[in-house]
């Protein structure tokens, strides 16, 4: 299960974002590789993106919204996030220390 904390005005962006998709659509966290590992400034990050839901993924559901994320991943990052919109209105999704 997913613990997630997302502001209003987040909920708002992000439920125009989904009005695009399919019926079924939801927000899947997922970890994204940032730089190149050649010179070391790689870096590995959580990012929203637009996905179907699996049987295996752990899942919250948000004013409505629903996301989810992989199993191996909570393992990685534990299951307790905060998202938000930066000034740019991209979603922003931090973990929270237990």
Known sequence: MLLLTVPKDAVAGLRTLLEKEESGACF?????QIGCS???EMKRELRLTID???DEDAR?????LHFV????LTSNYGNAFAISLDKNRIPQVTKIEA
């Open 60 to 64: 919250a559901v948000v004013e409505g």
């Open 52 to 54: 179907w839901p699996e």
């Open 38 to 40: 050649c010179n070391k």
């Open 28 to 32: 899947r966290l997922r970890e994204f």
């Open 69 to 72: 994320m992989d199993n191996i």
